[in-house]
């Protein structure tokens, strides 16, 4: 990988500007996208985390190329999956197929993979779990 610039970093923060805009999602999640990497602490749910990513070279014929795994969770209030699943089919048709703009890497392909829903049974939290693939291009410096 580019000790410049991680193409998992690159690809989430695409994400987050892609997300970040979006009024209708702004509106399922309590009036602001609220995206994060750790759970907040004390936030009320309508919220979404970033899961786990993995990222794998994929590289063909001097192309350097990366292979993405990425998951999304869309926490809600307990007993209320239909919310985690209304924010969470929000970001599932803001993101499939999208043309993100990434810094230091194109993207090729991003892929809705999964949708499950889920309760957390120690908070009895709502969960939707989205998992995306990805393939990501390094630009070539200009």
């Known amino acids: ?9 690159a690809l989430r923060a ?19 996208v609220r995206l994060y990497d750790e759970p907040p602490r004390g936030a009320a ?14 590289s063909v014929q001097g192309a350097r190329r ?3 795994a990425l998951a999304l969770h869309v926490i809600a209030k307990p ?15 803001l993101l499939d197929d999208a ?8 993207l090729v392909l991003l892929r809705l993979g999964t949708l499950t829903a889920a309760r957390d049974e120690r908070t ?7 998992r995306f693939e990805a393939v ?3 630009m070539a410096a200009a």
């Open 1 to 9: 990988m580019s000790a410049a610039l991680s193409p998992l970093l």
């Open 14 to 32: 695409g994400i987050l500007a892609r997300l970040g805009g979006d009024a209708a999602l702004a509106a399922l999640m309590g009036g602001v």
């Open 45 to 58: 749910p309508v919220y979404a985390l970033f899961g786990d990513g993995e990222v794998r070279d994929d």
């Open 66 to 68: 990366y292979r993405h």
């Open 79 to 93: 007993g209320s999956t239909r919310t985690a699943l209304d924010a969470a089919e929000r970001i599932a048709a």
């Open 99 to 106: 043309a993100l703009s990434l810094t230091g890497h194109a």
């Open 124 to 130: 009895g939290e709502a969960r939707a779990t989205l």
């Open 136 to 138: 990501t291009e390094v």
